[in-house]
C-alpha cells in the first residue's frame, strides 16, 4: 500500500539527473524524457525526489524505448520504499544490535524523526535489513578475503534455541576465523536435514579453496553420521565447552558448597552497618546540641556530614559495602568458579584491613565514640530546656533504616544536619 501523507508535510526538494547520457546502444547524447516523482522519509526530515528520466533521441535505436533513471536514486533508497537507506539502517542497527522491539523502534521513530511508519512496515524494513546483513556476511569475496592468511579450517556445529517452543536454530560457526558461516532453523532435526546443512559447510569449504581439519560437536548421533558421510576422514571431537561443561559439574558442586561456607563466616553485616549509624547519628546530634547551647558555637560545622563528623565509621561502611558486592557476585563458569574469586576477594579485603590497623597502631581515635556519646549526652541535659524548640523529623537522604533509638533526640529544625 502507497504511503499516506499527512497533507501539510513539509518536503525537502531533491532534484535528480542522469550524470553519464551517453546512450549505452549508439552512443548520442540522451534527453530528459519524463520526471518520477517520490517521496519519502529521511532522517533529516521528509524528501521529495524529482527523478529525469533520459532515453535515447533516436526512435530507431533500441536505447529509445528505454529509459535511464539518475544513478543516485538507488543510493537514497531503493524502489517502492518510503524510507531512505539512512532510516533503513537505523531501524537494522536498533533491532539487530540492541534487540528493541518493534513498537519500540516505532515510538522513537516518531519521537526522534517524526517518521510515522505502521507495525506492519517496520517489520517489513527488518525482514529487508536481515536479508542484507546475510547476504553481507555470506558474500563469498568477503569470505575469502577473510580467510586469505588461513591454512585450515574448523568447523564446528551446534543446535541453539533462542526461545523455548521454538525451533533449535542450527548454526555452523568456523573456529579459525571466528565467524557464523550460516544458520537454519530445523523444526524436526533429522538426519537428512542435518546432513544438509553439513553439505552446504563442504561447499563453502570448497569453495574457499581450505582443507577443513577438524569438526567439533556435542556429538548427537545426526551430527555423527553427517559428518562422517560428508566429510570421510576428518576428525570429529568433542567441542571443549560441551566437555568442559560434564566434566566441570563436580568442581561447581564444590565450589558451590565453598560458597555457602563462606557466606557463614561472613555474616552480620547489617549489624556492623547498624552500629556505625547509630553511633554517627549520636555524634552528630552532640555537636548540634553543643551548637545550641553556645558550647562550640564558632567551631560547628553547619553542614556536618557523615564523612566529617565519624571518618573512620564511614571507612567501615565502605567495607561493608564491598564485601557485600563480594559475597552477592555469583559469575563464573567451570574455568573461573566464583567461590575461588570470593576466597581472593575476602583475602584482599583482611589484608587490606590489616594494613590500616597497622598503620593506625598507636594512634588515639580522633573521634573517639564513648567520649562523643558521654559529650553529647551531657550537652544534652544542659539543653533540656530547649526541647521545646526541638524537631525529631529529619527527613534525609540515607538508605539504610534508621535506628529506633532516633526517636526523641533533639534535632533543632534551624540547623539541620544535612547528610545526604
Ligand atoms: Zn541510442
Not at 521529495?48 to 533513471?69: E, F, M, W
Not at 555474616?267 to 555524634?283: M, P, T, Y
Not at 553543643?290 to 567495607?319: I, K
Not at 565514640?369 to 540515607?398: D, F, G, Q
Amino acid at each position: 500500500m502507497p504511503y499516506a501523507w499527512s497533507e501539510d508535510t513539509n518536503f525537502a526538494l531533491w532534484e535528480l539527473e542522469v550524470l553519464d547520457r551517453t546512450c549505452a546502444v549508439c552512443g548520442r547524447m540522451m534527453y530528459v524524457c519524463d520526471h518520477r516523482y517520490r517521496r519519502l522519509h529521511t532522517l533529516e526530515g521528509p524528501v521529495q525526489l524529482v527523478c529525469k528520466l533520459n532515453h535515447c533521441p533516436d526512435p530507431n535505436c533500441p536505447g529509445h524505448a528505454r529509459t535511464k533513471s539518475p544513478e543516485l536514486e538507488i543510493t537514497i533508497a531503493l524502489p517502492k520504499w518510503a524510507i531512505g537507506w539512512d532510516v533503513l539502517c537505523w531501524i537494522g542497527q536498533r533491532r539487530c544490535a540492541r534487540h528493541w522491539s518493534i513498537s519500540q523502534i516505532q515510538s522513537d521513530l516518531w519521537d526522534d524523526y517524526r517518521i510515522q511508519l505502521s507495525a506492519d512496515s517496520i517489520a517489513r524494513y527488518i525482514r529487508h535489513y536481515q536479508v542484507m546483513l546475510a547476504a553481507r556476511q555470506q558474500d563469498p569475496e568477503a569470505l575469502r578475503q577473510h580467510y586469505q592468511g588461513v591454512d585450515e579450517i574448523i568447523l564446528s556445529i551446534d543446535g541453539l534455541q533462542p526461545e523455548k517452543g521454538h525451533e533449535t536454530l542450527y548454526v555452523v560457526r568456523e573456529l579459525t576465523g571466528k565467524r557464523v558461516w550460516f544458520a537454519v532453523p530445523l523444526i524436526s532435526a533429522t538426519a537428512a536435514e542435518v546432513r544438509r546443512l553439513i553439505a552446504q559447510a563442504r561447499a563453502w569449504a570448497e569453495s574457499l579453496g581450505k582443507p577443513v581439519a577438524l569438526w567439533l560437536s556435542d556429538r548427537q548421533d545426526a551430527f555423527v553420521t553427517g559428518i562422517a558421510a560428508e566429510f570421510p576422514g576428518v576428525p570429529h571431537r568433542y567441542c571443549d565447552n560441551h566437555f568442559l561443561r560434564d566434566v566441570a559439574k563436580p568442581v561447581l558442586e564444590a565450589d558451590s558448597h565453598a560458597k555457602v561456607q563462606m557466606r557463614k563466616k561472613v555474616r552480620s553485616l547489617r549489624k556492623i552497618e547498624q552500629a556505625v549509624l547509630k553511633r554517627q547519628d549520636a555524634q552528630a546530634s552532640g555537636r548540634l546540641v553543643d551548637d545550641r547551647c553556645g558550647a562550640t558555637m564558632t567551631e560547628a560545622p553547619q553542614n556536618s556530614t557523615a564523612s566529617q563528623v565519624d571518618p573512620a565509621g564511614t571507612v567501615v561502611l565502605d567495607y561493608c559495602v564491598a564485601v557485600r558486592g563480594i559475597l552477592n557476585d555469583d559469575q563464573g563458569g567451570p574455568l573461573h568458579p566464583p567461590g575461588l574469586r570470593m576466597a581472593d576477594a575476602l583475602d584482599e579485603v583482611r589484608a587490606s584491613i590489616q594494613r590500616n590497623l597497622d598503620a593506625k597502631k598507636g594512634d588515639s581515635p580522633s573521634s573517639n565514640s564513648a567520649v562523643w556519646l558521654a559529650a553529647s549526652t551531657a550537652a544534652a541535659r544542659k539543653c533540656a530546656t530547649n526541647r521545646h524548640r526541638s524537631a525529631i523529623t529529619s527527613k534525609t537522604s540515607r538508605k539504610s533504616p534508621r535506628p529506633s533509638s532516633r526517636k526523641g533526640r533533639l534535632v533543632p529544625t534551624d540547623r539541620r544536619s544535612s547528610r545526604s
